[in-house]
T-cell receptor, first 114, second 113 residues
């Protein structure tokens, strides 16, 4: 069974600071996604990374997929209160059972203080 | 917004009673999923559907059943609710070619007393 771990579990920072959150596994994933979830709402897809070593930028957010496709990081530059939320990583099950399946990490809860 | 709604949004029920949650989509996507989200566990797949009347179990399916009689509706039933089923339930659909691209509904918060 493939598992995804995320760190840190909780992060509280001041507005304007930079931060990085991590998503790690001992298994290889075909692709990996990052979602952001705000309180009382469903997760919203931010990005999908597919190629080992790939870097994608979304405004102040930078996503990187590890060369071995076992880990990923999300870096936020100059965090703003609107970045507050739960950040989830998810990977597709490369062991390919009989159904389409996405595995989710437990999330990093980010709080950006004005 | 991928046109996903869930009902009810909040529900309080008693142990032993049956509960049905509804997920409705407006765009005729084939794949639909039910997840539960609990602190420290992330999202865990309960059941999924790959077409009308075609469903299969996920990793935490015990105590749950599903039905999909129309493309647009995917129902999740707790046959006899237990306190361990207190959770937030999310429906999701797969959009497009990539199986990992899922869009989520707003969630149903269920409390079993």
């Amino acid at each position: 069974t493939q598992l995804l771990e995320q760190s840190p579990q909780f992060l509280s920072i001041q507005e304007g600071e930079n931060l990085t959150v991590y998503c790690n596994s001992s298994s290889v994933f075909s692709s990996l996604q990052w979602y952001r979830q705000e309180p009382g709402e469903g997760p919203v897809l931010l990005v999908t990374v597919v190629t080992g070593g790939e870097v994608k930028k979304l405004k102040r957010l930078t996503f990187q997929f590890g060369d071995a496709r076992k880990d990923s990081s999300l870096h936020i530059t100059a965090a703003q209160p609107g970045d507050t939320g739960l950040y989830l990583c998810a990977g597709d099950d490369s062991e390919k059972t009989s159904y389409d399946k996405v595995i989710f990490g437990p999330g990093t809860s980010l709080s950006v203080i004005p | 917004d991928a046109g996903i709604t869930q009902s009810p949004r909040h529900k309080v029920t008693e142990t032993g009673t049956p509960v049905t949650l509804r997920c409705h989509q407006t765009e005729n996507h084939r794949y639909m999923y039910w997840y539960r989200q609990d602190p420290g566990h992330g999202l865990r797949l309960i059941h999924y559907s790959y077409g009308v009347k075609d469903t299969d179990k996920g990793e935490v399916s015990d105590g749950y059943s599903v039905s999909r009689s129309k493309t647009e509706d995917f129902l999740l039933t707790l046959e006899s609710a237990t306190s361990s089923q207190t959770s937030v339930y999310f429906c999701a659909i797969k959009v497009g070619r990539l199986q990992e691209t899922q869009y989520f509904g707003p969630g149903t918060r269920l409390l079993v007393l």
